[in-house]
């Protein structure tokens, strides 16, 4: 069975603190993604990765693909109110089609 | 450019009935795969439409069934509703060459089963 472990499932933290997420698996993904949902709506992708080791920035948001391709981590500078969300790992596999989910990080920013 | 359409937004039904989802996928994108969210967890993929065939299955019963449009578009057909059916039903839309590289997710339909 293919999962994703995602952590910490709940994180509140003042504007202006540092914060990062992590997304971790024993299996090879061939390319990993990181989703931000609102309540109500669907996930919306932030970014893909998809060679070991690979960094994408995305403004103050800093994603990085592990070296075997098994893990991530999203990593946020200076937080601020309208990144509170729920955020969500997926990877998908070389045999696969599907997208295998963690099971989200809720992040709270507190002005 | 209209996303993923999902239509209904939200639907109540009774156990035993059987509800039926729709998708219209983003212009351009050639597959649809349909994901169950249920509250505080990561989707469970069901199943992914390819070319009007059923191309990959997740761990699904057989109430649950799909199909795909000449259109690209699909359905979510679910027989003989749960109490463990309520959920938020995504639909993914992707082309076939780009579907490594992230899902245009609609707004879903939120079923609630009573």
């Known amino acids: 069975t293919q999962l994703l472990e995602q952590s910490p499932q709940f994180l509140s933290i003042q504007e202006g603190e540092n914060l990062t997420v992590y997304c971790n698996s024993s299996?090879?993904?061939?390319?990993l993604q990181w989703y931000r949902q609102e309540p109500g709506e669907g996930p919306v992708l932030l970014v893909t990765?998809?060679?070991g080791g690979e960094v994408k920035k995305l403004k103050r948001l800093t994603f990085q693909f592990g070296d075997a391709r098994k893990d991530s981590s999203l990593h946020i500078t200076a937080a601020q109110p309208g990144d509170t969300g729920l955020y969500l790992c997926?990877?998908?596999?070389?045999?696969?089609?599907?997208?295998?989910w963690g099971a989200g990080t809720k992040l709270i920013i507190k002005p | 450019d209209a996303g993923v359409t999902q239509s209904p937004t939200h639907l109540i039904k009774t156990r035993g009935q059987q509800v039926t989802l729709r998708c219209s996928p983003k212009s351009g994108h050639d597959t649809v795969s349909w994901y169950q969210q249920a509250l505080g967890q990561g989707p469970q993929f069901i199943f992914q439409y390819y070319e009007e065939e059923e191309r990959q299955r997740g761990n699904f019963p057989d109430r649950f069934s799909g199909h795909q449009f000449p259109n690209y578009s699909s359905e979510l057909n679910v027989n003989a509703l749960l109490l463990g059916d309520s959920a938020l039903y995504l639909c993914a839309s992707s082309s076939r060459f780009s579907g490594n590289y992230g899902y245009t997710f609609g707004s879903g339909t939120r079923l609630t089963v009573v």
């Open positions: 299996s090879v993904f061939s390319s």
């Open positions: 997926a990877g998908r596999t070389d045999s696969n089609y599907q997208l295998i």
């Open positions: 990765v998809v060679t």
